[in-house]
């Protein structure tokens, strides 16, 4: 069982460019997120899903769009890319509250630096 | 929403000492806690949660306390080991929500 990828593991980026950062998730989970991680802020939210066809904005979404086609992919997309989007980005997946373990199972992490 | 304050964010023992890592949340409304463990360079990974309706979780050397009055729970870990060293995050689950908060991390540093 593969779990949950990210791809690509990391990309340079020129500003104004647009990007799609793309996750995939084989654990049959309702619920995916895309969090990015800056050194000394965390894990910040930038967008969740709770099922296929619904979407939600998180801490951070502005810069940001998502969509959830069906239950195994969540991709990211950068519009119009800034420096301030240069972060590690992290999606991560789990069942909804009370239809099991809550706990969020993460992807490996794509390392974007925009330049 | 929800906020989670971590203290402290750097965190330095040596091998053998325990280590505590506290946080706190602002709605009391809140009922899951989990604690995450990143390694340098690798994906966040669950150590330990607890419910509020539990005030103590134990797994091994480590521990976590909930203090649902207060609005505040810990990591204890004990016997600590170089391969502790990692940044931990404490996070926070509104009812009914899927989503978590986490606060800002500690680092947390075993010296041999």
């Known amino acids: 069982t593969a779990g949950i990828t990210q791809a690509p593991t990391s990309q340079i980026l020129a500003a104004g460019r647009s990007m799609t950062l793309r996750c995939t998730q084989d654990m049959r989970h309702n619920a995916m997120y895309w969090y990015r991680q800056d050194l000394g802020l965390g894990l910040r939210l930038i967008h969740y899903s709770n099922t296929a066809g619904t979407t939600g904005k998180g801490e951070v979404p502005d810069g940001y769009s998502v969509s959830r086609a069906n239950t195994d992919d969540f991709p990211l997309t950068l519009a119009s890319a800034v420096p301030s989007q240069t972060s590690v980005y992290f999606c991560a997946s789990s069942q909804l509250p009370g239809q099991g373990d809550n706990e969020q199972f993460f992807g490996p992490g794509t390392r974007l630096t925009v330049l | 929403g929800e906020n989670v304050e971590q203290h402290p964010s750097t965190l330095s023992v040596q091998e053998g000492d325990s280590a505590v890592i506290k946080c706190t949340y602002s709605d009391s409304a809140s009922n899951y806690f989990p604690w995450y463990k990143q390694e340098l360079g690798k994906r966040p990974q669950l150590i330990i949660d607890i419910r509020s309706n539990v005030g103590e979780k134990k797994d091994q050397r480590i521990a976590v306390t909930l203090n649902k009055t207060a609005k505040h729970f810990s990591l204890h870990i004990t016997e600590t080991q170089p391969e502790d060293s990692a940044v931990y995050f404490c996070?926070?689950?509104?009812?009914?929500?899927?989503?978590?908060?986490f606060g800002k991390g500690t680092m947390l540093l075993v010296s041999p």
């Open positions: 996070a926070a689950q509104q009812l009914g929500y899927s989503t978590l908060t």
